[in-house]
DNA sequence: TTTATGCGCAACGTTTGGTTGCGCATTGGG
DNA sequence: CCCAATGCGCAACCAAACGTTGCGCATAAA
């Protein structure tokens, strides 16, 4: 049910700060360590690390310009994290919508056979 | 775009093992932190501290049985983290489509102006 | 050629997920 | 009634991850 491929792109997403710099990403197109580090409570280095992980797992990547390193979101990966994040979210719905309706049934034949 | 309470959800579940005992919790209705160990490759601490971070975010809920600590998931809260994840897939989604069409835009506008 | 900017590397502290080893309560069989 | 077995919580300890500070090095700008 979980690929130990599918756990390494979950933790990446899964931490808050790596969320907030994709978002910061997909904002502005582009950015530095240096230059998100600037609009968040972060050293560059916490950032720069955050930055490795995702390049790690292929959310980001980096394109080195002259004495920067420009890091942009790699689309097909994040959209394929998306669909990972919607594929949990419906399937968590699915088995709650199942559930309830099992429920209904047992209660709706209990009330037709006891009194209780 | 991230409240720190939804923070605390999200950490909840984007812990692999967590997102393991909600399926579990939720295709066997209710279980122990001694039941689930049995199933995974943990011990019943840690199943038990990981039932306390989901009981503190209310994703669980346990009822004393005798001796037993009996969990159940709370459906109305896995609905609405569910719904979270998907808030979250569907946005970047959008954003990603954004992008794509403002980048044929201009890549249509250069080819009527520029011989780049 | 200096100066300043941007980056990576290393050492360190703190939180978090995991383990083991207790002790305490409840339950069930002599 | 009592004692073994079961289920749980608490505390101590380890390892990995997130964050910090303090370097040093390279490249761009003065």
Redesign the pocket.
Known sequence: MSTPVDDELW?AIG?P?RRTLIDLLLASGAG????LSAGL??????V???LA?LDRVGLVR?EPA?????YRVDEAQLARAAAQLAAVGTSWDARLRRIKHIAETIERSRDHTEGE
């Open positions: 933790s931490d700060t530095t360590a240096t230059s409570p972060l050293t560059r280095q916490a720069s690390k955050h992980v980096a002259g004495r920067e390193r420009r």
